[in-house]
């Protein structure tokens, strides 16, 4: 949902958006106490980001978006959980060779996705998730918003965080959500 709302103010701000891989399999790794549920996630979670990541390192960070909007939008609206297909179409979709898939059974580049996963850590600390924004060099956990805003809402949203960043002590905002993704 985050990055649809970024689509949506890159469309009408001069902004410089940077796609960056960050994950929550890497975040929540070597933590026994996760739900048994949401343990099965994260172990899954390592394939697709490992293609993102190689395929950022072979064809530039350009491919990150468009692959991970390929991906996602299977998974999330489209419901799907089979995840080799998933990669597979994707990768077709966004025109990358279809060898990529091959990486996400291997820890071939998990060095590349724990860096740039720590970019993101370095900018909001290790207690926080995904996503992360940041303007400016100061970065927030979130926002964590549903549905994605459009229009005028989501320039209102983007306005509010960059006043945000602008207050040195600020370092919090939340509350429990009421409702789940809405696509």
Do not use: C
């Amino acid at each position: 949902m985050t990055s649809r709302w970024m689509d949506e103010v890159a469309a009408h701000r001069d902004v410089d958006v940077r796609w960056h891989v960050m994950s929550l399999s890497v975040l929540n790794e070597g933590r026994d106490e996760l739900p048994e549920r949401y343990r099965r996630l994260m172990d899954e979670g390592w394939g697709p980001v490992r293609v993102i990541v190689a395929a950022a390192r072979d064809h530039g960070e350009g491919v990150i978006k468009p692959l991970y909007d390929a991906m996602g939008t299977r998974r999330h609206p489209g419901g799907r959980s089979d995840t080799d297909a998933i990669i597979a179409e994707s990768l077709a979709e966004v025109g990358l060779p279809a060898q990529l898939a091959a990486v996400a059974g291997t820890d071939e580049v998990d060095d590349l996705l724990r860096a740039s996963h720590g970019e993101a850590i370095a900018l909001v600390g290790d207690e926080v998730g995904t996503p992360v924004v940041a303007i400016d060099g100061v970065g927030y956990f979130g926002p964590v918003v549903t549905p994605a805003p459009t229009g005028q809402a989501a320039l209102d949203l983007f306005d509010g965080l960059v006043l945000m960043t602008h207050v040195p002590g600020f370092y919090e905002l939340k509350r429990t959500r009421s409702a789940g993704p809405s696509f």
